[in-house]
């Protein structure tokens, strides 16, 4: 009995420890395929991780490609950390009064829902400070949301309309509405007397704009003699207010290329006229502000020529700047936000206003550029960025076109085109007394208030 015990016992042991080697066996052929999954799958995701990194790199460098970028998580997070929010803080007004921003109260709002439109401002500080100086360029730009189209409006800086600085209003050229309201006042400004609807502003000064045409490799102008004298001339001034130094230009014709500081001396140029290609000829501020909306349409598409990586750079060596030379109160998610869709846009056309004007009135003993007929040039100037081809002025840009009236003696006339084309709308201002009357040659008495 004892024996078979044994027997039948050894037996079991031999099952058991076969049983086990073949346990063993199984544990570590699954642990060798439980190895090989985890290779493959380590593997794939490096493929993958790889493939994303070079389309990346690829996108980053390809201009026509940096959209697709950009709107993808990966691309947001690469703007991100390009574009520190730390550095970002160097250009934000912290010091922003947003809550002090007005818009007159009888515009409908709905239709400009789509339309983003900002300020854009460039000192004529000679101390290089962003505030309280005069704004030497006065810029609306008006960005189409869903179209991406965007519309470039010149306020010409000697216009003179009623200024908003806070405290009590008052009538001058609209570039002290900055120097006396600061970014607030000059936006305000330009609510009241267009019937706008501006929240947010940037703000850059002669360093600024040389900067940024200098990171975006310069800009290619035709000059004529005079200008490329003026141009000298000009740099003489702004080598001692910026610090920066640049070349005299040697020459001039067809496609003169300018450095920065050498383009921000052609913006100031107003002494001498403007040849455009298609035969139109500005003068004095009219040939400044143009010239200021040739410069800033090349950089314009420069920028969406160039590669992300290009542009991020630009971004961030201009945020991270220790100097004074940009001002904006949009906030980083904000330019964050908006960066897809300033690369994407398309320039649509850039105009100066007022559209029609007299350029020879003497305020104060002072030169000013007064509309000739304040509310209908407000209906142009919405024509122009919205579409409006009815639009009805506020209560308030009524009052203000009789008071400018009043004050300058200048009245309503039309653009050649609507004085062809006898358009009814403008009637409303036409029949008030303030229309030039064409047999005479002489404006017809205003009504009175």
Do not use: W
């Amino acid at each position: 009995m004892i024996a078979d015990a044994t027997k039948d016992g050894g037996s079991m042991g031999i099952n058991e420890e076969e049983m086990l080697v073949e346990t063993e066996g199984m544990n570590h052929s699954t642990g060798r395929k439980k190895t090989k999954v985890l290779k493959v799958v380590f593997l794939i995701y490096h493929v993958i991780v790889s493939l994303v990194l070079l389309a990346a790199v690829v996108l980053l460098l390809t201009p026509d490609a940096k959209i697709k970028l950009l709107s993808t998580p990966l691309g947001k997070y690469i703007t991100r950390i390009t574009i520190t929010e730390e550095n970002y803080q160097n250009i934000f007004d912290t010091e922003f009064k947003e809550q002090e921003i007005v818009q007159n109260t009888d515009i409908d709002t709905i239709k400009l829902d789509k339309y983003l439109n900002i300020a854009l401002f460039g000192l004529d500080s000679r101390e290089q400070e962003l505030s309280a100086s005069n704004s030497d360029t006065i810029m609306v730009v008006s960005i189409n949301t869903e179209s991406k189209e965007v519309k470039l409006v010149s306020v010409y800086r000697d216009s003179y309309q009623k200024i908003y600085n806070g405290r009590q209003p008052f009538y001058s050229k609209i570039n002290a509405a900055y120097a006396s309201g600061g970014p607030e006042g000059a936006i305000n400004t330009l609510n009241q007397n267009f019937d706008l609807d501006i929240k947010d502003y940037v703000t850059v000064n002669f360093n600024g704009i040389a900067t940024i045409i200098d990171l975006l490799g310069g800009v290619d102008v035709n000059l004529t003699e005079e200008e490329q004298m003026y141009v000298n001339g000009y740099l003489t001034e702004t080598r001692m207010i910026t610090g920066m130094d640049a070349d005299d230009i040697y020459q001039y014709g067809q496609k003169i290329h300018l450095n920065g500081l050498q383009a921000t001396a052609y913006c100031r140029i107003r002494y001498t006229a403007l040849y455009m290609e298609d035969g139109t000829v500005y003068n004095n501020d009219f040939g400044r502000t143009a010239r200021q909306r040739i410069v800033l349409t090349q950089l314009v598409e420069k920028a969406k020529s160039a590669g992300l990586s290009q542009v991020l750079s630009l971004c961030d060596e201009v945020f991270k700047s220790e100097n004074d030379i940009f001002k904006t109160s949009l906030t980083y998610d904000e330019v964050m936000d908006l960066i897809p869709v300033l690369l994407d846009f398309s320039m649509d056309s850039t105009t100066g206003y007022p559209f029609t004007y007299n350029a020879d009135v003497k305020m104060d003993e002072v030169s000013c550029v007064v509309a000739k007929g304040h509310a209908y040039n407000v209906c142009k100037l919405h024509e122009y960025l919205f579409g409006e081809d009815d639009y009805q002025p506020s209560s308030m840009v009524l009052d203000i076109d009789k008071k400018l009236k009043k004050l300058t003696g200048v009245y309503t006339e039309l653009t050649e085109e609507d004085e062809e084309q006898n358009l009814s709308e403008y009637e409303t201002y036409l029949d008030s007394g303030n229309r030039k009357n064409k047999n005479t040659g002489e404006n017809d008495n205003e009504q009175s208030e």
